[in-house]
């Protein structure tokens, strides 16, 4: 076995375990960057944002109609209705030029400014004109009705929102609102991805016999952009140990985590374990899991740099790269360690059988039907790829179980 070769490989263990043996080296943010608020969607949050000031910061309509002071209504009725005064009105983006008294009232359309001598508003649905200055109001309103106080949405010095905090559209809407147009967010990673095997040809390329195109460092490098990341895609290598060793010991210092997709071949994945293992130390953590698909998988730490050997086969691929790298690249981003992936329940079309021991996954696809939800097993060999295109997402058989019986309600794990 070549120097720094792991000592004994396919020694399993669970996803979770796996996982566990990874997650001590990974700590983040590694490194933060200053960016505009309106550029920041999609971004980890690297810092705790508070309020620097009251939302609103003055008192809104949030109807048209009057702006009153509310004991001038009490009592008014259809039969017997309250009489007001209308002296102004408020222009949109303006504050009232004349405060309503006993008696008075203002007209007001949404989001216009209080005047300070109004404490409602009457909803212009439940007055009637009277002639050019009067209304007639029909039913009472109390204090504060259909008005928004100053920092009723936000107070200065309230928590925004937590480092680690992944900004939706609604956040950017809502920071801007403060004139916060700036926040620091994590650096997005650089992931390194090497496709492996002397079967494997460029997408442009015309296959000759025994050749395929390669699939799995395009579909990696798509779920590293999902993920909010920056994939470079360092090539195709031959099923050689040297070149790929070189080429990954090069590529160490271009990323800040690093994917190897392997060949198929049981001396091509040991061969790219020996070539992890050669990097540096701490090593190879994990070579192999309770999973099906996805036994053959490699989580290492070189440095403080993640390396992944990935199997080749694209769903295998995809199943490991949702179970290991997404939560590492979170990490190493600072997210917080929560299950971001999206899911829904439905029920199962049909049987489907499980070994026990390890975790199964299998895709498929989501159809509505007049009863709800149900969940079409999509069944192939993990070398298939259109048994991904075809799905919507997959379902995961814990390892303690044999299987799952048609009509059993299940969460599919959407992509």
Excluded at 151 to 167: I, K, Q, R, T
Excluded at 252 to 276: N, P
Excluded at 312 to 323: E, H, R, Y
Aim: hydrophobic share 40%.
């Amino acid at each position: 076995m070549l120097p720094g070769a792991v000592k004994e490989l396919f020694n399993v263990l669970t996803p979770g375990d796996a996982f566990a043996r990874l997650a001590p080296y990974l700590h983040g943010p590694r490194a933060t960057e200053r960016v505009r608020t309106e550029d920041a969607l999609g971004r980890v949050l690297a810092e705790d944002l508070t309020s620097p000031g009251s939302l609103p910061t003055f008192r809104r309509s949030t109807m048209d109609g009057f702006a009153v002071r509310a004991a001038d209504t009490f009592g008014a009725s259809e039969g017997l209705p309250a009489y007001l005064t209308v002296i102004d009105e408020v222009l949109m983006g303006r504050p009232a030029e004349r405060d309503p008294r006993l008696g008075e009232a203002v007209r007001i359309a949404t989001g216009g400014m209080l005047p300070d001598g109004a404490d409602a508003v009457v909803m212009v649905e439940h007055t009637q004109d009277v002639d050019d200055s009067t209304i007639e109001v029909l039913r009472p309103v109390a204090p504060g009705e259909h008005v928004i106080q100053v920092g009723e949405d936000v107070n200065s010095g309230d928590h925004l929102l937590p480092a680690g905090h992944v900004l939706r559209p609604q956040d950017v809407g809502g920071l801007l609102a403060l004139g916060i147009v700036d926040v620091t967010v994590a650096m997005r990673l650089r992931v390194g991805i090497i496709s492996g095997g002397d079967e494997i040809v460029a997408p442009d390329a015309e296959p000759g016999p025994g050749q395929i195109r390669d699939v799995n460092s395009y579909t990696i490098a798509a779920l590293v952009e999902r993920a909010g990341h920056t994939p470079i895609r360092l090539g195709i290598v031959p099923d050689v140990y040297e070149s790929l060793e070189r080429v990954a010991r090069d590529s160490l210092d271009q990323v800040d985590v690093l994917i190897l997709s392997a060949g198929s071949s049981v001396s091509t994945r040991d061969m790219t374990a020996q070539v992890i293992a050669s990097l540096g130390e701490p090593g190879v953590l994990v070579h192999g899991v309770s999973l099906k698909p996805g036994k053959p998988t490699i989580l290492a730490m070189i440095g403080e740099k993640p390396v992944f050997g990935l199997p080749g086969n694209p769903v295998s691929c995809m199943v490991t790269f949702d179970l290991f790298v997404a939560p590492t690249l979170h990490k190493l981003a600072g997210r917080p360690a929560i299950d971001h992936r999206q899911s829904l329940a439905a029920r199962l079309t049909r049987n489907v059988a499980s070994a026990p021991g390890r975790e199964d996954y299998f895709q498929v696809r989501v159809e509505q039907r007049d009863d709800g939800l149900w969940a079409e097993p999509i069944f192939g060999k993990s070398n298939l790829i259109y048994t991904l295109v075809k799905a919507d997402g997959m379902v995961r058989i814990d390892l303690d179980t044999s299987g799952l019986t048609e009509g059993q309600w299940v969460q599919v794990i959407l992509f």
